[in-house]
């Protein structure tokens, strides 16, 4: 595998809320949260709203809108969750954080996918980039498409044994 993976995808239903929320609130960026509030559900945020820190972990830029939306994780967290993809979905019902899709009745899921060995090869050879390098200018290559018809198309179900 030459190229590597990219590090999050989007489904289009969550695409689509995205846009409706972009404008409303302009541009947007999640911050997939540690685990505090409502989980670990990736937080939505206008654009700034959430200060990235150095350490933070920029895994991609999602090709929604006209500017993309940046999806950050954190140093320690993204450590954890290094060997595995992030599919951003959206499923009806309210969260619990301080995400801004909150009051549409519907909320931002993640769902991950574990990378293929081949995939983990190909990674390692393309570092995340961080916020102090954000800060500096550094962005990361564009991986094509970020927007995948439905979460299985990104993350199939096993197959179920028959009985």
């Excluded at 999050?8 to 685990?35: N, P, V, W, Y």
Aim: contains cysteine; hydrophobic residues 40%; glycine residues 12%.
């Amino acid at each position: 595998m030459d190229v590597a993976p990219a590090r999050a995808l989007i489904t289009r239903a969550a695409a689509d809320l995205l846009e409706k929320l972009q404008g409303r609130h302009g541009a947007l960026m999640f911050h997939q949260s540690g685990g505090c509030c409502d989980g670990s559900s990736p937080m939505c945020y206008p654009l700034g709203d959430f200060i990235v820190g150095d350490r933070d972990v920029l895994l991609a830029v999602l090709d929604v809108g006209d500017d993309g939306v940046p999806v950050w994780i954190s140093g320690p967290q993204f450590e954890a969750w290094k060997h595995t993809q992030l599919v951003i979905d959206v499923v009806p019902g309210r969260g619990g954080g301080f995400s801004i899709e909150a009051p549409e009745g519907m909320r931002f899921l993640s769902r991950g996918r574990a990378f293929t060995d081949a995939e983990n090869g190909a990674l390692a050879d393309d570092p995340p980039v961080t916020g102090a390098e954000y800060e500096k200018g550094v962005r990361p290559p564009s991986t094509g498409t970020h927007v995948v018809a439905e979460a299985v198309d990104a993350c199939p179900l096993p197959a179920t044994p028959s009985r």
